[in-house]
């Protein structure tokens, strides 16, 4: 909306033209919501204190958390703010991407939200039932879905890294599709939410990544040039994009071991969510089983420990899943294995952007 503002001016005042770049916005975006963090993180962690909304340790979980018990939690509502309030400030209100994104954010968080306050503030320990999460999660997903496919008009075809002939139509089974990737990466990234700073650090760097394929796919000669699917609308998700990277860097602030705040559910499942969707905009979708592969790994943890634990009738593969508490409990501190999850989240963010050429 500032950014709107300041174009009313524009004509009258010429160095006011740089905020016609989406380069200058999205830095902007990500300063924005940095700030916000920064200002309003010790406050939301005083009022949650205050009110009692603190982490529930779950039994069966590591010794080693049970100290954890009661740091607040639900700290989702310091990061999807900071992301809403920085974009839609620096963002163009007439890009319908920025909408669509916009309300995968707000309706995972608010999905999120219900569960948390259930556990916390009810002391509900199940808080939404998994049917119950997983309906209202596909609900939205599938509003969304349908939006892209018959409002905007997205291109059904699939852009595959490393095969730059070979670009299957889903046609309306993109819709589906669409709903799988948004779902999946939803749950995935709160699966991922476990030990401190260890979700915030690597969905930082996916969005970053997610900040230049938006920008390319939004450039035609660039996007022409790399020849990947050009969007042109999807300039402006950089800002989103940005955002969500200074809230993700300001929240780490307060997230990193020792964990003075925790994301909940409204945290996780909102940035999860808002990954797919931002995935499915800038038609980078499949290269997101990369940009995230340490949420894919965390989530393939859990099914094959789950399925083979019932296979064998109680056997398992892991000492324990999500796999970061397999680690924990073959000794690595926490800090370690914290530290080295984000290096790997870099690796692959890294071969990601090289995905960009190798085509």
Known sequence: MIYKLIMLFQADVTWLNVFRYITFRTILAALTALCICFVFGPWVIGRLRALQIGQYIREEGPASHKPKAGTPTMGGCLIIPAILISSLAWSDPANLLVWIVTFVLVSFGAIGF????????????????????????????????????VCHGLDTRLSIPFLKNITPDLGLFYIPFAVFVIVGASNAVNLTDGLDGLAIGPTAIAFTVYVIFAYLAGHVKIAAYLQIPYVGAAGEISVICGAAVGAGLGFLWYNAYPAEIFMGDVGSLSLGAGLGAVALVTKQEIVLALVGGLFVFEALSVIFQVGYFKLTGGHRIFRMAPIHHHFELKGWPEPKVIVRFWIISIILALMSISTLKLR
Do not use: E, I, W
């Open 114 to 149: 219900a569960d948390d306050y259930l556990k916390t503030v009810r002391k509900n320990n199940r808080g939404l039932s998994p049917s119950a999460k997983f309906s209202l999660q596909v609900a939205a997903a599938l509003l969304t879905a349908v939006v892209l496919y």
